[in-house]
C-alpha cells in the first residue's frame, strides 16, 4: 500500500464525467453524482459532464472531442461495461486509446470480488491514455464507481501519493507527440 506525502502539495487535476445510458438523464445519474462528489470532495475540478447514449461512435468521438480539450486532464465514464449487446463503452474507449492500462481492470476487479464476490467477472472496467489524457471506464453502478475511487482513482490521482501515482507522469504522457528540436 502506498501512503500520502504530506510534504507535498496536492495538484487538482480537472476530470470530466461521461455516463453512458440509454434511460437515465442527468436528474437520475446516481453514479455520476457519485463520481461528482467525490472528485470535488478530494479537491479535483469538475471540468465538464454529460450523458450519452450506448452508441459505440458517439461514445468514442465524445471521449475523443474531450482528449483534444486542454481542460481536461482525466475523462471518468460510468456505465455500458457489462456484457450485454447494448453495453459498448469499453470499445469505444479501446478505439481511442493509444495505450491501455491493463492494470486498472485488474485492480478494479480485485478490489470488486472483496465487495462482490464473484459478480466481478461480469465487469469489464477499463484504463487508457490518450492524447495526453487519462481515461476510465467504470460500471453504471452507484457501488461500483464508490469502489473505484475510493480505493484507486482517489489515490492514483492525489500528485502526494508515494510510491508513484498518475499525476507525477502526466506532463510526459503526450511526449511521443512533440517533436524535439
Known amino acids: 500500500m502506498g501512503r500520502i506525502d504530506e510534504s507535498k ?28 462528489a467525490r472528485l470535488e470532495e478530494a479537491g479535483h475540478v469538475l471540468a465538464d459532464r454529460t450523458i450519452i447514449k450506448d452508441e459505440r461512435a458517439e461514445i468514442a468521438d465524445q471521449l475523443r472531442t474531450w482528449c483534444a480539450d486542454e481542460a481536461i486532464d482525466v475523462i471518468i465514464s460510468t456505465g455500458g461495461t457489462g456484457l450485454t449487446g447494448r453495453d459498448v463503452t469499453v470499445e469505444a474507449h479501446r478505439d481511442v486509446y493509444e ?26 472496467a477499463t484504463g487508457g491514455v490518450s492524447n495526453g489524457t ?13 469502489d473505484a475511487w475510493d480505493e484507486i482513482l482517489k489515490y492514483q490521482l492525489d500528485y502526494r501519493h508515494i510510491p508513484c501515482n498518475f499525476v507525477e507522469i502526466m506532463p510526459r504522457l503526450d511526449e511521443h507527440l512533440k517533436r524535439s528540436k
Open 9 to 36: 502539495t496536492f495538484i487538482p487535476v480537472k476530470i470530466a464525467i461521461l455516463t453512458v445510458s440509454d434511460s437515465r438523464d442527468l436528474s437520475q445519474d446516481r453514479s455520476g453524482d457519485t463520481l461528482v
Open 99 to 124: 495505450k491501455e492500462i491493463e492494470a486498472f481492470g485488474t485492480v478494479f476487479t480485485m478490489v470488486s470480488v472483496q465487495k462482490i464476490g464473484t459478480s466481478a467477472v461480469q465487469s469489464r
Open 134 to 146: 487519462y481515461l476510465f471506464a467504470l460500471p453504471g453502478s452507484p457501488g461500483a464507481c464508490k
